[in-house]
Protein backbone atom coordinates (compact mmCIF):
# COMPACT_ATOMS: atom_id res chain seq x y z
CA UNK A 1 0.00 0.00 0.00
CA UNK A 2 1.45 3.69 -0.45
CA UNK A 3 2.55 5.39 2.44
CA UNK A 4 -0.02 7.37 4.09
CA UNK A 5 -1.35 10.34 2.81
CA UNK A 6 1.13 9.77 -0.27
CA UNK A 7 0.08 10.93 -3.87
CA UNK A 8 -0.70 8.25 -6.29
CA UNK A 9 0.53 9.27 -9.70
CA UNK A 10 -1.56 8.11 -12.08
CA UNK A 11 -1.19 6.50 -15.85
CA UNK A 12 -4.09 7.30 -18.35
CA UNK A 13 -4.93 3.51 -19.00
CA UNK A 14 -5.22 2.86 -14.93
CA UNK A 15 -7.80 5.61 -14.78
CA UNK A 16 -9.74 4.34 -18.02
CA UNK A 17 -9.31 0.79 -16.51
CA UNK A 18 -10.62 1.85 -13.10
CA UNK A 19 -13.65 3.67 -14.48
CA UNK A 20 -14.30 0.83 -16.83
CA UNK A 21 -14.94 -2.02 -14.11
CA UNK A 22 -16.28 0.38 -11.71
CA UNK A 23 -13.88 1.30 -9.35
CA UNK A 24 -12.46 4.92 -9.60
CA UNK A 25 -14.90 6.21 -7.10
CA UNK A 26 -13.25 3.30 -4.24
CA UNK A 27 -9.60 4.60 -4.83
CA UNK A 28 -9.92 8.47 -4.76
CA UNK A 29 -12.00 7.76 -1.80
CA UNK A 30 -8.43 6.21 -0.03
CA UNK A 31 -5.82 7.40 -2.41
CA UNK A 32 -4.95 10.71 -3.21
CA UNK A 33 -4.94 10.43 -7.08
CA UNK A 34 -2.61 12.77 -9.42
CA UNK A 35 -1.98 12.58 -12.39
CA UNK A 36 -0.31 15.06 -15.29
CA UNK A 37 -2.26 17.26 -18.45
CA UNK A 38 -0.72 14.49 -20.54
CA UNK A 39 -2.73 11.20 -19.13
CA UNK A 40 -5.91 13.68 -18.48
CA UNK A 41 -5.88 14.71 -22.31
CA UNK A 42 -5.63 10.26 -23.01
CA UNK A 43 -8.24 9.40 -20.97
CA UNK A 44 -10.48 12.12 -23.27
CA UNK A 45 -9.16 10.43 -26.67
CA UNK A 46 -10.66 7.14 -28.48
CA UNK A 47 -14.05 8.21 -27.31
CA UNK A 48 -15.05 6.63 -30.80
CA UNK A 49 -13.95 2.74 -29.56
CA UNK A 50 -15.32 2.94 -25.71
CA UNK A 51 -19.14 2.17 -25.28
CA UNK A 52 -20.77 4.47 -23.50
CA UNK A 53 -21.11 2.84 -19.87
CA UNK A 54 -16.71 3.37 -20.65
CA UNK A 55 -16.90 7.43 -21.10
CA UNK A 56 -15.42 9.19 -18.73
CA UNK A 57 -16.76 12.66 -18.25
CA UNK A 58 -13.95 15.00 -17.72
CA UNK A 59 -14.84 17.68 -15.81
CA UNK A 60 -15.95 15.29 -13.04
CA UNK A 61 -12.34 13.47 -13.39
CA UNK A 62 -10.65 16.65 -12.92
CA UNK A 63 -12.93 17.47 -9.92
CA UNK A 64 -12.00 13.56 -8.47
CA UNK A 65 -8.32 14.09 -9.31
CA UNK A 66 -6.05 15.75 -6.15
CA UNK A 67 -4.19 17.61 -9.20
CA UNK A 68 -3.10 17.23 -13.07
CA UNK A 69 -0.08 19.13 -13.10
CA UNK A 70 1.88 20.79 -15.78
CA UNK A 71 5.00 19.49 -17.11
CA UNK A 72 7.75 21.18 -18.80
CA UNK A 73 9.90 20.34 -22.09
CA UNK A 74 12.98 20.69 -19.83
CA UNK A 75 11.18 18.15 -17.53
CA UNK A 76 10.31 15.77 -20.35
CA UNK A 77 13.91 16.51 -21.81
CA UNK A 78 15.41 14.89 -18.84
CA UNK A 79 13.90 11.78 -19.04
CA UNK A 80 14.50 11.18 -22.57
CA UNK A 81 17.67 11.46 -22.02
CA UNK A 82 17.44 8.65 -19.42
CA UNK A 83 16.06 6.70 -21.85
CA UNK A 84 12.68 7.91 -22.11
CA UNK A 85 11.91 7.59 -25.34
CA UNK A 86 10.89 4.17 -24.85
CA UNK A 87 7.99 5.56 -23.16
CA UNK A 88 4.54 7.18 -25.03
CA UNK A 89 4.01 10.60 -24.48
CA UNK A 90 2.02 10.65 -21.27
CA UNK A 91 4.11 7.76 -19.25
CA UNK A 92 7.01 10.04 -20.11
CA UNK A 93 4.96 13.47 -18.78
CA UNK A 94 3.83 11.31 -15.51
CA UNK A 95 8.16 10.43 -14.95
CA UNK A 96 9.03 13.67 -15.36
CA UNK A 97 6.80 15.09 -13.22
CA UNK A 98 7.67 12.12 -10.54
CA UNK A 99 11.23 12.71 -10.62
CA UNK A 100 10.87 16.46 -9.81
CA UNK A 101 9.40 15.87 -6.77
CA UNK A 102 10.50 14.95 -3.21
CA UNK A 103 7.95 13.65 -1.44
CA UNK A 104 6.71 9.87 -0.88
CA UNK A 105 4.72 9.29 -3.92
CA UNK A 106 4.02 6.01 -5.77
CA UNK A 107 3.04 5.34 -9.39
CA UNK A 108 0.43 3.43 -10.66
CA UNK A 109 1.03 2.18 -14.53
CA UNK A 110 0.44 -0.91 -16.68
CA UNK A 111 3.24 -0.59 -18.85
CA UNK A 112 6.44 -2.78 -19.36
CA UNK A 113 7.99 0.10 -20.50
CA UNK A 114 7.13 2.51 -18.11
CA UNK A 115 7.79 -0.13 -14.95
CA UNK A 116 11.07 -0.50 -16.84
CA UNK A 117 12.22 2.78 -16.56
CA UNK A 118 10.81 3.47 -13.49
CA UNK A 119 13.20 0.25 -12.21
CA UNK A 120 15.94 1.79 -14.15
CA UNK A 121 15.96 4.58 -12.67
CA UNK A 122 16.17 3.30 -8.84
CA UNK A 123 12.11 3.51 -8.42
CA UNK A 124 11.19 -0.10 -8.15
CA UNK A 125 9.80 0.82 -4.66
CA UNK A 126 7.49 3.28 -5.84
CA UNK A 127 5.92 1.22 -7.98
CA UNK A 128 2.04 -0.04 -7.55
CA UNK A 129 -0.51 -1.52 -9.40
CA UNK A 130 -3.74 -0.67 -9.51
CA UNK A 131 -5.02 -4.37 -8.53
CA UNK A 132 -2.75 -3.87 -5.38
CA UNK A 133 -4.06 -0.92 -4.60
CA UNK A 134 -7.37 -2.07 -4.73
CA UNK A 135 -6.61 -5.29 -2.44
CA UNK A 136 -4.60 -2.53 0.10
CA UNK A 137 -8.39 -1.34 0.87
CA UNK A 138 -10.37 -4.45 0.43
CA UNK A 139 -12.11 -3.77 -2.86
CA UNK A 140 -12.87 -6.55 -5.18
CA UNK A 141 -14.21 -5.18 -8.75
CA UNK A 142 -17.29 -6.94 -9.90
CA UNK A 143 -15.34 -7.51 -13.30
CA UNK A 144 -11.87 -8.68 -13.00
CA UNK A 145 -8.93 -6.15 -14.25
CA UNK A 146 -6.91 -6.90 -17.25
CA UNK A 147 -3.84 -9.24 -16.06
CA UNK A 148 -1.12 -6.09 -16.67
CA UNK A 149 -3.46 -3.96 -13.88
CA UNK A 150 -2.91 -6.72 -11.00
CA UNK A 151 0.09 -7.31 -8.33
CA UNK A 152 0.93 -10.56 -9.87
CA UNK A 153 1.87 -9.24 -12.94
CA UNK A 154 3.82 -6.23 -11.57
CA UNK A 155 5.99 -8.75 -9.03
CA UNK A 156 6.43 -10.60 -12.13
CA UNK A 157 8.09 -7.62 -14.12
CA UNK A 158 9.82 -6.80 -11.35
CA UNK A 159 11.62 -10.12 -10.45
CA UNK A 160 12.79 -10.34 -13.69
CA UNK A 161 14.09 -6.96 -13.98
CA UNK A 162 15.73 -7.29 -11.02
CA UNK A 163 17.21 -10.85 -12.11
CA UNK A 164 18.65 -9.51 -16.07
CA UNK A 165 15.70 -11.56 -17.52
CA UNK A 166 14.45 -8.87 -19.48
Same mark, same amino acid.
Given at each position: ????? =??? +???????????????????????????????????????????????????????????????????? =??? *? +? +??????????? =?????????? *?????????? =?????? &???? &??????????? +??????????? $??????????????? *????? $? $?
Amino acid at each position: MPPQN =APV +LIDANAIIEAHRKGCWAALCGRFRIETVEQCFIETQTGFQRRRQEELIDPAALRAQLTAVHAVSQVEL =ARV *D +L +LGGPILDEGEK =ALWAHAMTRT *DAWVLCGPDR =ASMRFG &FQQG &FRDRLVSLGGM +LNDIGHRPRVA $LGAQYEKTWLDRLLN *DLAMG $L $L
